[in-house]
């Protein structure tokens, strides 16, 4: 059983590590909107984690590994939204009463979804949802217990794991960014 939770937070830690948008988009909330923002952010990119965790627990990776069509209309729609990301970094980044203002005029309901779309649309994120978690569930060890009882807490150390990266748009960097 320990070693079914140490591998679900080691796989949970490989999927938040690598930097990309999800955690230069934190960052950027973090050093521009302060703490609570950027933890909204967070709590909402850990939302879509947990979708996707629970979609791969239930079966949806083979569907996503098979289906060119689905793969290329995900890939699209997060390539779209990552470059109107950018675009409007660069806007905001132009802008400079833009970011004047940005503490005082954003809703705590925006980092939040931010967080949601950011790590929904991420074709990084799926890719290693699919893969990692995928291959975890479907090499699922008897020795663990059977995976409809003990699943779930395999999926919660995941979720636990992407939480505490430093890096990669987790809560541990935010943390320390807070003391």
């Known amino acids: 059983m320990l070693e079914m939770l140490v591998s679900a937070f080691v796989l949970g830690v490989a999927v938040a590590i690598p930097v990309g948008p999800v955690s230069i988009a934190a ?3 973090a050093i521009t909107l302060g703490f609570r923002p950027a933890l909204l952010f967070n709590l909402g990119s ?3 984690d947990g979708l996707y965790v629970l979609l791969v627990y239930v079966g949806l990776a083979p569907l996503l590994a098979e289906s060119a069509a689905l793969r290329l209309v995900l890939w699209g729609v997060g390539g779209a939204w990552l470059c109107w990301l950018g675009l409007e970094a660069i806007r905001t980044r132009l802008d400079a ?4 203002g940005a503490v005082a005029g954003e809703a ?4 939040y979804t ?3 779309g950011i790590t929904l649309f991420n074709p990084l994120t799926i890719a290693g949802w699919v893969a990692l978690a995928g291959s ?3 090499g699922w060890d ?3 217990g059977s995976r409809v009882a003990w699943g779930w807490l395999a999926m919660v150390s995941m979720l636990v ?3 505490r990266v430093g890096g990669g748009g987790g809560l541990g960097a935010l943390e320390r960014m807070r003391r």
């Open 27 to 29: 960052g950027r909330r």
């Open 46 to 48: 850990l939302t879509s």
């Open 97 to 100: 009463d833009v970011l004047d």
């Open 108 to 111: 705590p309901w925006r980092s």
């Open 114 to 116: 931010a967080g949601v």
């Open 136 to 138: 975890f569930f479907a």
């Open 142 to 144: 008897s020795a663990w």
């Open 161 to 163: 794991g992407v939480m």
